[in-house]
């Protein structure tokens, strides 16, 4: 299991305020990270990582390919309170040629979880005009739906064909499916 920071780590540290550039979490946000996780089921490693990933998304009613995450190292959810959180190892760029959108998923990208949505999420932004957007919830209107809803911080959206983010198996299922 990979060595991580604990709150004592942070605390010893001392606390930085959220204004510095230098990027080390203030002990608030260290302190209520540790509470989002209290209680949660983790797992290391690419491997596990893309099955815990893909077994979610399943789950949640998603297609495979909406959150196309690169060299997954941990995975964590607290069945709970719905908080999810997926790390990489590195920042990565995708681009939907069935949208035609670029988007950026940040080394964490975590939401809170219900069936058909995601919401509250951090570590996901789409590139609009010349401008990146984050990108706080998607959302289908149930898991036959036709289209996912992604939505910005001031509460507008837009919606997508679901087909955009299926992986090829997922395609062939939905038109036999679909007959």
Known sequence: MPNRPTLM???TQGSVTSHNSNKKPTLKIVEKMADERAGAEIVYGAEECLRHSIELLDELGFPRGVLPLKDLVECGRVRETG???MKQKAPYEHFFEGTNTRVSYAVEVTAYIEKCKMKKMTGVKSKQLLMWVPVVEMS??????????????????????ILAFMSDEE???HIEQSK
Do not use: C, H, L, R
């Not at 289908?140 to 809803?149: A, L, P």
């Open 83 to 85: 908080f999810v959180w």
């Open 171 to 173: 395609k062939n299922k």
């Open 140 to 161: 289908m209107e149930n898991v036959d739906s036709s289209k996912i809803y992604f939505k910005i911080p001031i509460g507008v959206g837009k919606s997508f064909p």
């Open 9 to 11: 780590d942070y605390k």
